[in-house]
């Protein structure tokens, strides 16, 4: 499953993107964690309970705060 979209909050582990809960592998988190207003790509697994299971989340955009 491949999906792309803002993240609109952290949660540890977890990270809403486009209205799914993204699940960070331990793998994809040691890449740095992601925080609000960034824009990815996350491709993964679905689950069961409808969240997706990150195997390779790549930021596309950045807030212009952390850009500057």
Same mark, same amino acid.
């Given at each position: 499953m +491949?999906? !792309?979209g803002w993240t609109t909050a952290v949660i540890p582990g977890c990270y809403p993107v486009d209205s799914h809960r993204v699940h960070a592998t331990p793998e994809a988190d040691a890449e740095g964690q992601l925080s609000v207003g960034i824009y990815a790509t996350v491709t993964g697994i679905a689950r069961p309970d409808g969240s997706v299971e990150a195997? +390779?989340? !790549?930021?596309?955009?950045r807030p212009r705060a952390e850009r500057e």
């Open positions: +491949a999906l !792309e195997e +390779a989340p !790549e930021v596309l955009r």
